[in-house]
């Protein structure tokens, strides 16, 4: 199994390029993806979160009122802690589930937004990192996403610089293009990872 990390600051396309390599073949997977799907409604994790933090934090449809667990873990390090104490094992647990499930041969990207800001490079044979231009980011956080300007510069410089990011790359890929030029991309890294795994 060849264990692929990937990265890319918000609004690069780093899920675009998931989404390309999962057509691919490669087995996905996506650590906040999973962070929902351990607590939906249902689910064991959501019991252990109710009856940690209340029924206050369910909606009226049974699922989880995030934006409520968020305002009280925000501020409470130990409140944050017991949350973490739930949700990271299971998601540890479903995690190794997957890997468990795939082929010795697979190529396994672990979609991860904060690679490089958590210093988490030597956990992967190879780091794949999503360049894209300032305003290219910015361009596609507001047309797409619905941001404010304000808001995706914000969220951007938050998170590492690019220059960190490349530094601890593998392979880059370039995606100031068209998605055209992102798939032809795509193509390349897929050939170099099957003949690596
Ligand atoms: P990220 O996961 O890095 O935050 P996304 O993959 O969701 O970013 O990309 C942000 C938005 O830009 C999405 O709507 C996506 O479809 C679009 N997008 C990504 N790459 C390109 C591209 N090369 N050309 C045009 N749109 C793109």
Redesign the pocket.
């Known amino acids: 199994m060849l264990k692929v990390g990937l990265t890319?600051?918000?609004?690069?396309?780093?899920?675009?390029?998931s989404s390309l390599l999962q057509e691919r073949g490669a087995v996905i997977i996506d650590a906040d993806k999973i962070a929902r799907e351990v607590v939906e409604p249902g689910t064991p994790g959501l019991a252990a979160v109710a009856a940690e933090f209340g029924d206050e934090v369910l909606l009226p449809d049974g699922g989880l009122d995030r934006e409520k667990v968020g305002s009280i873990v925000f501020a409470d390090r130990e409140r944050l802690a017991a949350l973490n104490a739930i949700v990271h094992p299971l998601v540890g647990a479903r995690m190794q589930e997957l890997m468990d499930a795939a082929a010795e041969d697979a190529v396994v990207v672990h979609d991860v937004p904060l690679l490089a800001e958590n210093g988490l490079a030597e956990a992967y044979d190879v780091v794949v990192v999503?360049d894209t231009p300032l305003e290219t980011q910015l361009d596609?956080?507001v047309a797409?996403?619905g941001m404010t300007e304000q808001d995706a510069r914000a969220r951007i410089s938050n998170q590492a610089s690019r220059e960190d990011r490349r530094a601890i790359a593998d392979h880059v890929i370039d995606?100031s293009?068209?998605?055209d030029?992102?798939k032809a991309q795509v193509d390349t890294l897929w050939e170099a990872l099957i003949h690596r795994a």
């Open positions: 890319g600051g918000i609004g690069s396309g780093k899920s675009e390029v999503v596609r956080l797409r996403r995606n293009g068209s998605l030029d992102l």
